[in-house]
């Protein structure tokens, strides 16, 4: 009697499984047919695209004079990190850290759409002492790594990244001009550096002097164990922007808010006081970021001045897929996850969501070099 039982509520288990499983496949293909939804009518893929935010980074090794806190190198994210850019430790050790940028460089080359990318650096925090503090500095990838691994490969460009509080940062401004920099790269909450102090001015106006534009962090960050949230403030480029600096805000100033209001807001209030102020698309199809890419796209403050940008490797990582949007066609999810190149990948997504062409176009036009 208990086996016949047994083996009926077995049976009813496997029939409920069935049901499920049924209504989840039906739910999936109908989800699946439903008619594209892009945020904007499609415009054509120009040629020639230049990516204006693409990471770099490394270990030390080979003397490239990258700098990782033992508690990051430790951090289980990191090899991670170190997976997205194709490459392992143990390669690194044994070929040093240029490899990475050869492996960006040689991803890049066989792209369809991207000609070009803006490769960072990325400088530490600066005590009191004017020294690199690295009991607060997580990651730090020097100007002179990046500008060598550029140099080797012209489909890279230089993005030098100065800290204002260094005593020589207006000497390391002009190196870093003299050696191709077409910007300069900030993540203030990292770097302990609030944007509207008036001890930056002096930095400001030798950016404008040596026609070197701003890309700074705005928003949540949140790739490191300890950052300084209000400096990723937009509201704190009001001075750099008075002082005629060109700015792009990355990311929309996404996923944050500041004194009770949200970071896309915030950002939108100064792009209508400021023409010299521009913000990126980058990691915006990001997992974790829904509706940001919609909210640059649509949002009328934001759509004249939208610069295309990956935030590579990102594009490597799980963070990424077609198949986390409703608006994109079973077609179009195919023909992107089929896609082997990152940035392919990124471009078709972005531009089966709606990303015009001036936004694709725009940093080719800001920051490309004719080689």
């Avoid at 009328?300 to 594009?315: C, H, K, M, N, W």
């Amino acid at each position: 009697m208990l086996k016949i039982k047994l083996q009926s509520s077995f049976t009813h288990h496997r029939r409920h499984l069935a049901v499920i499983g049924i209504l989840t496949l039906t739910l999936a293909f109908a989800v699946a047919s439903l008619p594209t939804r892009p945020y904007r009518p499609l415009e054509p893929i120009p040629a020639g695209i230049v990516d204006m935010h693409c990471h770099i980074a490394g270990i030390g090794a080979g003397g490239s004079g990258c700098w990782v806190s033992p508690r990051m190198l430790n951090n289980w994210r990191f090899d991670i990190y170190l997976h997205s850019f194709g490459v392992s430790r143990k390669e690194l050790l044994t070929k040093g850290d240029g490899l990475i940028g050869a492996r960006i460089s040689e991803s890049l080359a066989q792209s369809k759409f991207v000609n070009q990318a803006v490769v960072l650096a990325l400088d530490g925090v600066i005590g009191v002492d004017g020294q690199l503090d690295t009991n607060r500095t997580e990651v730090l990838v020097p100007d002179e790594f990046v500008a060598a691994v550029c140099a080797q490969h012209p489909n890279l460009l230089f993005g030098c990244s100065v800290n204002p509080y260094r005593p020589d940062a207006l000497a390391r401004l002009e190196w870093a001009k003299a050696h191709g920099a077409v910007l300069v790269k900030w993540i203030p909450p990292i770097m302990a550096i609030n944007p509207d102090d008036p001890k930056l001015i002096p930095f400001y106006r030798k950016m404008v002097e040596l026609n070197l534009p701003l890309l700074s962090h705005t928003g949540e960050e949140k790739s490191f164990s300890r950052a300084t949230e209000a400096f990723g403030d937009p509201e704190k480029l009001r001075l750099p922007l008075s002082l005629g600096v060109t700015v792009v805000a990355a990311h929309i100033a996404s996923s944050a808010h500041y004194h009770g209001e949200r970071g896309p807001d915030r950002l939108a209030r100064l792009m209508r006081e400021y023409p010299n102020l521009y913000t990126d698309i980058s990691a915006l199809t990001n997992v974790n970021k829904p509706g940001c890419l919609k909210e640059a796209l649509t949002q009328p403050a934001f759509t004249e001045r939208l610069v295309y940008g990956t935030d590579y490797p990102l594009i490597n990582t799980a963070l990424e897929s077609p198949w986390y949007s409703f608006h994109l066609s079973i077609r179009q999810k195919w023909e992107i996850w089929r896609t082997k190149n990152p940035w392919d990948r990124d471009v078709l997504t972005k531009h089966y969501l709606g990303v015009p062409t001036e936004t694709f176009a725009r940093p080719t036009k800001m920051f490309a070099k004719v080689n």
